[in-house]
């Protein structure tokens, strides 16, 4: 693409300049320049223009076998945050520009569901953002929410898992001052973090599918996340695997939130095993070594497997990361039922291309948060994605 508009092609190259800094750093200009192909006086021009941002500084020089030393560049301390709205808690975090976490902490909720208890919640994250960091330095906040957004009206339309946020004006009730703030909902997010830091990272297509307490798809095309023509792709929970099926908390029958989110597995092993999300980490190998447990988790994974398996049909994404909670503790067992499954329900040559995985990427949506303000940093909307 041929670009002709002068302030477009300099925002272009100004974050071509910066992802240098952030993936090789220390750098020098003259590194900078040969690795971007970008004249050593733009160059120039944008690192004089950068330091005078206080987004880089110089750390000293590196002798060159021949000629002058070579002044290093890093970024200075600078930072981005992110905010998860979740049914049973707020998450926060806080990374710098390479995306080391600075700051992490989940806030539970007083009262489940009840619009106050969340303010009062997010309320603390954003103080505990700011006990340890200047507003000057926090370049942007994230927020990530459950439900369906229309980002025209700043409201939260529906959220099935969390209604007391249904028609909220988020703009209005969650926001932050003194701050650029950023809204995404929570599998996007997630899909958003695995690009930046995860599974997605060296793929230029693929899907995260989000097991909470909801179902849900991130999908990113070409390094860029797909929202669909009406802000919704990715409500993979809501597919229809059993006709006349279990009613759902959307109204309808027989979708695979019904089945297979987090809250109604853990509700059917807890028949067998007593368990919840925070006791998962004690109680999972007792739970894989129960035979009636075990026939819970298969079936879930042949539910997975055939909402995947439209997935695979109709996007054909290079990686599918399955993510939460429940595929951090059984995620080698549920891989396992759903890549002996999913080839009943789609083209073999369409699953062929596509590789079904687990992440190993830790706090993915609140991180995924923070993503929305360092693609702000490090993007241009449109025509430059990492």
Not at 67 to 81: D, I, N, Q
Not at 199 to 212: A, E, H, L, Q, R
Not at 227 to 256: P, V
């Amino acid at each position: 693409m041929k670009l002709k508009n002068h302030s477009l092609i300099k925002s272009i190259n100004r974050a071509i300049v910066l992802n240098k800094v952030r993936t090789k750093s220390p750098i020098s200009r003259s590194q900078i320049a040969k690795e971007t192909g970008l004249d050593k006086k733009s160059i120039t021009n944008f690192v004089t223009m950068l330091l005078k941002e206080g987004l880089v500084h110089e750390t000293g020089k590196i002798g060159a076998s021949a000629g002058r030393p070579s002044t290093m560049l890093t970024f200075t301390e600078k930072f981005v945050s992110g905010i998860y709205v979740s049914p049973e808690f707020v998450e926060v975090i806080v990374i710098d520009l390479y995306g080391r976490i600075d700051f992490h902490n989940k806030i539970k909720y007083e009262k489940k569901n009840n619009l106050n208890a969340v303010k009062k919640a997010f309320n603390s994250a954003v103080k505990g953002i700011f006990m340890n960091h200047k507003a000057v330095d926090m370049l942007g906040i994230g927020v990530a929410f459950p439900g369906i957004i229309d980002f025209e009206k700043s409201t939260i339309i529906e959220a099935v898992n969390m209604n007391c946020l249904e028609g909220v004006d988020y703009s209005e009730e969650f926001t932050v001052h003194g701050v650029d703030v950023f809204y995404e909902h929570s599998p996007h997010c997630s899909a958003l973090a695995h690009k930046w830091f995860g599974s997605g990272k060296n793929f230029s297509d693929f899907m995260v599918i989000d097991i909470t307490n909801g179902i849900g798809a991130g999908i990113i095309n070409n390094r860029r996340l797909f929202h669909g023509a009406g802000n919704y792709a990715g409500e993979i929970g809501h597919i229809t695997i059993e006709k006349n099926g279990l009613k759902c908390r959307c109204g309808n029958y027989g979708c695979l939130e019904a089945y297979a989110s987090e809250d109604i597995i853990l509700e059917k092993i807890n028949e067998f095993v007593t368990v919840d999300s925070d006791s998962l980490e004690d109680r999972y190998l007792e739970i894989l070594a129960n035979n009636d447990c075990k026939k819970i988790l298969n079936d879930m994974g042949v539910q997975l497997a055939q909402a995947l398996a439209t997935s695979v049909n109709l996007l054909s994404p290079k990686v599918i990361v399955l993510n939460g909670l429940l595929i951090e503790y059984f995620g080698d067992y549920l891989l396992e039922v759903i890549n002996n499954e999913i080839g009943k329900y789609c083209l073999k040559k369409c699953l062929d291309d596509t590789k079904i995985t687990t992440s190993s990427l830790q706090y993915s949506h609140v991180i995924g948060a923070a993503s929305l303000a360092l693609s702000d940093i490090f993007e241009v909307n449109e025509y430059y994605y990492i």
